[in-house]
């Protein structure tokens, strides 16, 4: 991860010289004053002396006016690619901005880089723009957070800090790789059936027993007026092995990358068969389960923007060292994932 046309500086520094420059100038002004008893340097000391407060009454309304924000061209992106980064300064009494200063934090909250950087801007317009380009190399939750924000007198002597724009997050994507073809046990492969909802009355249900806090739509009054008792309607439940994929979230940044490809491309796969599914994998460095359950894109991008989110260390817990439940008499079949080699599937 990198960025382009950044030009640090020290705006720190630059006005702590402004303020020693001005001080010497007063201090010479007063000396001009004591040793001459002349209107001259009486008028020049003055004017020394409140030109600055002229300086930051004029330049009040443009700083207190200051509005920002962060903002990018897309908020998700392939691996590999790059977006461009945009901060923008407004103004809302439509005044120009001498001068602005600002520290920009972008982290990767999955690979752990960071890059830090100070930049100034001189001659604002009313609106103004500054834009970057960010490299993705490997995939992550990228973080870009204003830390500080800071605006000028139009002298440069007096600072106010503006509100921060709210922190943006830029999801890097992996790049699917095609699994192959997709060799399931008998029955897997085949779509969901349909299942009527709990609202709507259909003939594919079986009956049982009333259960308090059954809907009151659901009950079957022909079949509970002859049992003398309430009966309720239940779709099946589909019993067929669910597919859980799982994963390290551990490992090289390059074998992480390669793990995700095949993770996407394996989760788009049983998609593709209209085969819902889980991910599963544990946090590195707690140990705890996380588990995701995809049945469209939707919750694929859900599930993606949790595993970015999380750190990928060197080395961390695995997934293998919990077992896999679905429930009681629910079986499961593991798909493992992993970049190193072809992924191992076992049931």
């Given amino acids: 991860m990198c960025c382009t046309r950044w030009t640090p500086r020290s705006c720190r520094n630059a006005m702590r010289r402004r303020r020693l420059l001005y001080a010497v100038v007063l201090l010479f002004a007063l000396l001009g004053q004591m040793l001459d008893v002349g209107y001259l340097f009486h008028f020049i000391f003055c004017a020394v002396l409140f030109f600055p407060l002229l300086g930051l009454v004029v330049s009040l309304p443009a700083m207190l006016g200051c509005r920002a924000s962060l ?8 691996r590999g690619g790059s977006v461009s980064l945009t901060l923008r300064l407004d103004n809302r009494f439509h ?3 001498a001068r602005a200063s600002y520290r920009l934090r972008i982290t990767n909250r999955m690979t752990g880089q960071e890059h830090l950087a100070r930049a100034a801007m001189r001659g604002l317009a009313p609106e103004e723009d500054r834009m970057w380009t960010l490299e993705t190399d490997h995939c992550g939750a990228i973080e870009c957070r204003v830390e500080r924000l800071w605006v000028c007198d139009c002298l440069g002597l007096f ?11 830029l999801l890097v994507t992996p790049l699917a790789e095609d699994p192959g073809p997709v060799e399931l046990p008998e029955g897997m492969g085949a779509p969901v059936p349909e299942q009527k909802s709990r609202t709507v009355f259909g003939e594919n249900y079986e009956l049982r027993d009333y259960r308090p806090g059954d809907s009151l739509r659901m009950i079957h009054w022909k079949m509970s007026a002859k049992r003398d008792e309430l009966v309720t309607r239940e779709p099946p439940e589909d019993t067929r092995p669910l597919p859980v994929l ?3 979230h551990c490992g090289p940044l390059a074998q992480m990358d390669r793990t995700l490809d095949r993770l996407e491309g394996w989760s788009m796969a049983l998609l593709a068969m209209e085969r819902p599914h889980e991910v599963r994998w544990v946090h590195p460095e707690t140990g705890a389960l996380r588990c995701r359950a995809v ?11 949790a595993i970015l989110a999380d750190p990928a260390p ?7 060292e919990q077992s896999l439940t679905q429930g009681p008499g629910a079986p499961i079949y593991q798909i493992h994932v992993h970049g190193k080699e072809e992924p191992h599937v076992q049931s």
């Fill in 71 to 78: 903002d990018a061209t897309t908020c998700r992106i392939p």
């Fill in 95 to 97: 005044l120009p901005i």
């Fill in 159 to 169: 600072a106010l800090p503006v509100r921060r724009p709210e922190l943006f997050t």
């Fill in 246 to 248: 799982t994963f390290d």
């Fill in 295 to 305: 049945a469209g894109e939707r919750d694929w991008g859900s599930c993606l923007a």
């Fill in 314 to 320: 060197m080395q961390g817990r695995s997934i293998r």
